[in-house]
């Protein structure tokens, strides 16, 4: 399949260096970062930012919602969780909600309007995974100008570059470090100008189109 396609369309160029190594073939290729959609960008926010933490994603043991409660259980910064546990993971959801203290939230599946509600009032939002290629959540969040905390396994430092705050996810230590950075800092203003610049699916749209215009001709 990869010798066959007529040019590879990747999500980052570190997804394509994976592919090199995992696999013998000879192919060129067009980066297409993934994208938020335009509600989460243009939006109006009616809401006061507080101190809080949110956390939107799956909850299974890949996004690591469960060292992410070990590094917040009794420490007082209240923490959301939003998402429904993935099918094969009750197992994990249920150590979660044992591991979880009186800060801890779930708040279970949310609407697009509910999620964005609950962005524009929370500082940061967390993603510490064990591998992410970009983390959909962590671009929605930095549209609705929260500082986000993600993983470094994967490809995120790459879409991220400074505007994130790195965190070890097998240690609950280094992600409770990583959101207390990120609840003290400012929130970074030019992180909407970043979004709308490289982040938009009107940008992936684009780009696709221009690399099966150079295929086509």
């Not at 297409?32 to 335009?38: D, E, M, W």
């Not at 983390?135 to 991220?160: H, M, P, Q």
Request: with cysteine; charged share 25%; glycine share 4%.
């Amino acid at each position: 399949l990869l010798n066959s396609a007529s040019k590879l369309l990747p999500n980052s160029d570190n997804e394509f260096r994976r592919l090199k190594e995992r696999y013998n073939f000879r192919n060129t290729y067009t980066k297409i970062p993934n994208g938020v959609t335009n509600d989460f960008i243009d939006q109006k926010s009616t809401h006061q930012k507080g101190m809080g933490v949110v956390c939107v994603g799956r909850i299974e043991f890949v996004k690591n919602q469960l060292n992410l409660i070990k590094a917040l259980k009794g420490t007082g910064i209240p923490l959301k969780i939003i998402g429904q546990p993935a099918p094969n993971h009750k197992a994990y959801y249920e150590q979660c909600k044992k591991e979880a203290t009186d800060n801890i939230q779930f708040l279970g599946q949310k609407s697009k309007e509910e999620i964005i509600h609950e962005l524009d009032q929370a500082k940061v939002h967390v993603l510490p995974s064990w591998f992410e290629t970009t983390g959909l959540s962590s671009i929605e969040a930095l549209a609705r100008r929260c500082n986000i905390v993600i993983t470094k396994k994967g490809d995120t430092e790459e879409y991220f570059e400074d505007f994130a705050f790195y965190c070890d996810p097998q240690s609950p230590d280094s992600i409770r470090e990583a959101i207390e950075r990120a609840l003290e800092e400012d929130v970074n203003p030019e992180l909407n100008k970043f979004i709308r610049q490289n982040f938009t699916w009107q940008n992936a749209a684009q780009k696709t189109l221009k690399a099966y215009q150079k295929v086509l001709s």
